[in-house]
């Protein structure tokens, strides 16, 4: 059962315009999320996140939207550069102030075009 | 530079062996976990442990096996019966604040 869903494995965007990763999750107890980028052969690394009480949080080029009523996230990459191009993972947790741990979704595999 | 290191970064396994990934960290984390990477499945956990000589079993144990003697270090057994080990392993541990740190990776291919 995937409590978190990245339903899109690929996106292709154009350098300069807006990138939008989209993540559902089907756990209402997730009070944590967060986004993660990955290049192949390296760990992952943190990119943003944000608590249930906020709908937005934003990060330079990134924003990350928050819908509680509809399970869903989102992260705006604006403008998109081709260093961005990597694997976006969305990840959750329950409880995470008490040490909740995290539940990833399956990835978006972004290239951004020059 | 505090971080985590894990080793080897490719390992090969023949049928029917275990293999032993290595994970160290110097961030004085109390948690650690261990995932596997797979194409079109993200992260999924296997284990992980939140304090010194405790740990738990993730959604994926099976095949599996563990231990933490010390908090620096969290090492993963992959099993004869693991039956599809091949793929991509990551080790992690979290600060009190939350943060989740990743080592780079062991790439496990049974040949």
């Known amino acids: 059962d995937q409590q978190v869903k990245q339903n899109s494995p690929s996106l292709s965007v154009q350098e300069g315009r807006i990138s939008i990763l989209n993540c559902d999750y089907t756990?209402?107890?997730?009070?944590?999320f967060l986004w993660y980028k990955k290049y192949p052969a390296e760990g992952p690394t943190f990119l943003i996140s944000?608590?249930?009480?906020?709908d937005k949080n934003e990060d330079g080029r990134f924003t990350v939207f928050l819908n509680k009523s509809a399970k869903h996230l989102s992260l705006h990459i604006v403008p998109s550069q081709p260093g961005d191009s990597a694997v976006y993972f969305c990840?959750?947790?329950?409880?995470?102030?008490?040490?909740?741990?995290?539940?990833f979704g399956q990835g978006t595999e972004l290239s951004v075009k020059p | 530079d505090g971080g985590i290191t894990q080793s080897p970064k490719y390992l090969f396994r023949k049928e029917g062996q275990n293999v032993t990934l290595s994970c160290e960290q110097n961030?004085?984390?109390?948690?650690m976990y261990w995932y596997r990477q797979d194409p079109g499945q993200g992260l999924r956990l296997i284990y992980y442990?939140?304090?010194?000589?405790?740990?738990q079993k993730g959604d994926i144990a099976e095949g599996y096996s563990v231990s933490r003697e010390k908090k620096e270090s969290f090492p993963l057994t992959v099993t004869s019966a693991q039956k599809n080990p091949t793929a991509f392993y990551l080790c992690?541990?979290?600060?009190?604040?939350?943060?989740?740190?990743f080592g780079s990776g062991t790439r496990l291919t049974v040949v």
């Open positions: 992690a541990s979290r600060n009190r604040e939350g943060g989740y740190t």
């Open positions: 756990n209402s107890m997730f009070d944590y």
């Open positions: 944000i608590s249930s009480i906020k």
């Open positions: 990840a959750a947790s329950p409880y995470y102030n008490q040490g909740g741990k995290l539940i």
């Open positions: 961030l004085n984390h109390d948690a």
């Open positions: 442990s939140q304090i010194v000589n405790d740990f």
